[in-house]
């Protein structure tokens, strides 16, 4: 991939230079002088990690091939959703799709974590409610331009429950960031999920050890935590509170964080 292609793709993606440098362990220096050309010929071992950062999503070709026979961005159907091949796990959101990548071991260990809580508490507690995790399907806005895999979200209304995927906005939804789902998680998830009547929401960046509260219900402004805090869960009335010290310790066994 030249500097051209990456410039098409950072301004596709929307990346800033700053995200660049964080995503790909390359100086925000060094990124500058690429992009604005004062590099005229970088180390080969900065543009792999460049490229890694953006080359282009496997929905991105997904997309290109459907353009051919007349689809674009913004009119894909949950008719094409289905069509796709099992191995690609792509989401539908107004009519686009966007990649998802494997996930991280910490990504990983912290859906099953908070997961898991959140089950033991419904169970201990006689609670109505279920807890799913990606990969699982939510027709969020209940149309046929949308389709989303939250990584964990609880339900509590048992008639939006099909077999093939949930109709509706859950109650709770749980995203754990990584490089290639932060923007879309922190923007245009977040509208999405505010706009189709999800009550809390949680973004968990196992990275910088922080989680962003929305709780859409009752407060405008997000709530910021740390992981050595013990964080209530709004849609149970702070009757479960989820110590995110003991997810710290966890992950302080995956090397290389």
Not at 24 to 34: A, E, M
Request: proline residues 5%.
């Amino acid at each position: 991939m030249d500097i051209e292609q990456m410039k098409y793709y950072k301004k596709l993606y929307g990346y800033t230079l700053a995200q660049i440098s964080e995503y790909s362990k390359v100086p925000l220096g060094t990124v500058q002088k690429i992009f604005n050309g004062e590099t005229k010929a970088p180390r080969y071992e900065t543009l792999k990690a460049l490229e890694k950062v953006l080359r282009p999503h496997k929905a991105d070709m997904i997309c290109e091939a459907l353009f051919e026979y007349g689809r674009k961005d913004g009119d894909y159907t949950l008719d094409d959703y289905y069509g796709l091949p099992d191995e690609r796990r792509v989401e539908l959101i107004d009519g686009t799709f966007y990649d998802m990548a494997a996930p991280s071991l910490p990504h990983q260990m912290a859906v099953i974590e908070l997961a898991s809580l959140l089950r033991d508490h419904i169970r201990k507690n006689g609670g109505k409610c279920s807890v799913f995790s990606a990969p699982a399907d939510v027709q969020l806005d209940g149309d046929d331009r949308t389709m989303v895999q939250p990584d964990v979200f609880v339900v509590c209304d048992k008639r939006k429950l099909f077999e093939r995927c949930v109709v509706g906005a859950p109650d709770f939804v749980i995203e754990v960031l990584s490089p290639s789902t932060g923007q879309k998680d922190g923007f245009l998830k977040l509208q999405k999920y505010q706009e189709a009547g999800v009550r809390e929401y949680w973004m968990v960046d196992t990275q910088k050890e922080k989680v962003v509260v929305y709780c859409f219900e009752e407060e405008i402004f997000p709530a910021l935590y740390g992981f050595d805090s013990e964080i209530p869960v709004g849609i149970f009335g702070g009757e479960l509170q989820i110590d995110f010290r003991i997810l710290k310790e966890a992950l302080g066994d995956i090397g290389g964080r």
